[in-house]
Structure formats: C-alpha cells, structure tokens
C-alpha cells in the first residue's frame, strides 16, 4: 500500500532540500560574480574621476574609459603635509587599491575631528590624488576625492584642478541622497558648469587659505572676489553650504594644501 506524501516528515525534508539548494545556487552566484561587480565598480569610479576632469562624456565606453585613466598617475598623499606616501604605508597593493571609505573607519588610518566644518566625522591620514601630465611632462590636470555632508548625506565626488594647483577644471558629485529638484541641482549640468575657471586661492596670497564661497541668487561678475564666487543654490541653502565646506575643507591645510604646493613647484 502507498505511504502518503502529505505528511509533516517529507514536507520538512523538501522545504530543509528546497533551502539547502537555493543557498548553494545563491552562495555561487554571489562568488563568482563578485570580481565582475568589483571590476564595475572600479570603472564606475574611474569613469566618475574622469567627467569630473572634464575628459569624458558620460556614455563613454569601456575601452575609453580605461584607456583615458591609464594616462593619469595615482599617487598617495598624507593629509596635511603633501608628502607622498608607498602604498606599503596602508598595506595596499597600489595606491589604487587604497579606500579612503574604508581607511575612515580604520582608527590606525584616520582619526576623529573636533574641528569638523565638513561634517565627515573621521579625517583620514592619507588620501589618493590622480595626476595627468602633459607631453613636456607639467601637470594638466589633479584630481582629488573631495567629500562632505549636505542637509541630508554624505556627498562624495572630485574635484578636477589645472596644473596650476588652483583653477578648477572641474566638479561632480556621484554619490549623494540630497533631495532631487533642491539639493539634487549639485548634478545639474548647468550649475557644473560654472565651476570651471574659479579660483580656489588668492594668486597673490599663500595658497593655504580656500576662499569658495556660494551665494544666493548667484554672483554678480563685477562683485568682489568673483572668481571664487558661484550660485549658492537658491531654496537649497543648506546642500550648498555643504558643497562650499567641503571643498574649503579638502583644499585646506589639513589635506590637500601642502601637496597642491608641491605640484606647483615641480616636487610632484
Ligand atoms: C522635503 C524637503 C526636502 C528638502 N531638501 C533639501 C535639500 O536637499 N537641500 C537643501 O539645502 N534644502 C532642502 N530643503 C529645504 C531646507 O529645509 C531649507 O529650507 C533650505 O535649505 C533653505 O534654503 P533657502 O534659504 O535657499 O530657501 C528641503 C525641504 C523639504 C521640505
């Protein structure tokens, strides 16, 4: 005489078989596309670095994508003094390698900030700056990680500088959770667009002193100190303070400052 199925013992044993499969189907999956989502993801940063630069279209490929930043140099720089640093310092392989997120959360790679004007919490020791030469090898371009908090989230993006260490070639955000419509507008193109060609520092002072300022309702061309002057974001004051510590923070003498000098006297 046949057994029924419909008993408790053969429905655990096909649910606990049913999970058992999944897991091993899902476990697989998840390690095997692991390095493809890696690989992504160090695109995605490369490709945002590089529009941030100024020096590729959004929907470039791939290939371009990896062939424009395999012309620039990554180098590791310690926060506060410019000096270059071997990737052996924060045991990566590269200086590539090297996450600044992840070193935030790591107290022998950064520290706590009393000081904390762009609201990040954790200072890192070091950080990554990506330079492009030209042929007569001066710099053309340096781009640095820039992050800081809006109204609602941590914004993270680079900052694209010329050569000379001061006027902006560049600005993107690619990472934010400010509101779309408000805050959102730091993606907007047309507020990008006019980053390019301000100043961070007075030419005729020390270099040490980041003078960004956003302004409601937008500067006037003729205003004083125009150059580092750019529209403050109106009905969204508070992303746009954000942006403006964020950018004097990282261009300030507790990160980039020293090594900016060091470009511009040639000791990069
Ligand atoms: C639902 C909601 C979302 C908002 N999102 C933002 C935002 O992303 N960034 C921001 O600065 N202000 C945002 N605001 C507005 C701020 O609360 C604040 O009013 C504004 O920043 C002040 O800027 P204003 O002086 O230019 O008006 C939001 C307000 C509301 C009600």
């Given at each position: 005489m046949s057994q029924s199925?419909?008993?408790?013992?053969?429905?655990?044993?096909?649910?606990?078989?049913l999970s058992l499969v999944f897991s091993i189907v899902v476990s697989a999956a998840a390690v095997t596309l692991r390095p493809a989502q890696q690989h992504n993801e160090l695109l995605n940063l490369r490709s945002n670095m590089l529009q941030a630069a100024g020096l590729l279209s959004p929907d470039a490929s791939d290939e371009e994508?990896?062939?424009l930043f395999s012309e620039f140099?990554?180098?590791?720089?310690?926060m506060g003094t410019g000096e270059l640093v071997s990737p052996d310092r924060v045991k990566a392989d590269s200086a590539e390698d090297y996450d600044h997120r992840r070193?935030?959360?790591?107290?022998?790679?950064?520290?706590?900030?009393?000081?904390?004007?762009a609201g990040i919490n954790r200072m890192v020791k070091y950080n990554k700056a990506y330079v492009l030469r030209d042929d007569d090898d001066s710099i053309k371009r340096i781009v640095?990680?820039?992050?800081?908090?809006?109204l609602w989230s941590t914004m993270y993006g680079f900052l694209a500088l010329e050569g000379d260490g001061n006027t902006v070639a560049g600005l993107g955000f690619f990472e934010h959770g400010e509101t779309p419509?408000?805050?959102?507008?730091?993606?907007?193109?047309?507020?990008?667009?006019?980053?390019?060609g301000k100043k961070i520092y007075d030419e005729d002072g020390d270099f040490k002193e980041p003078r960004i300022k956003l302004v409601q309702g937008g500067a006037d061309s003729d205003?004083?100190?125009?150059?580092?002057?750019l529209d403050g974001l109106s009905g969204a004051t508070l992303t746009a303070r954000g942006v403006?510590?964020?950018?004097n923070f990282w261009l300030g003498d507790r990160a980039f400052a020293q090594f900016l000098d060091k470009a511009r006297a040639g000791e990069i």
């Open positions: 199925n419909d008993t408790i013992r053969k429905t655990l044993i096909v649910a606990v078989l994508i990896e062939e140099e990554v180098h590791l720089v310690e070193a935030a959360r790591n107290p022998e790679l950064s520290r706590e900030l009393d000081d904390d004007p640095l990680p820039v992050h800081g908090y809006g419509g408000l805050g959102g507008e730091i993606d907007n193109p047309r507020w990008i667009a006019q980053w390019p205003s004083e100190d125009y150059q580092h002057k403006e510590r964020t950018i």
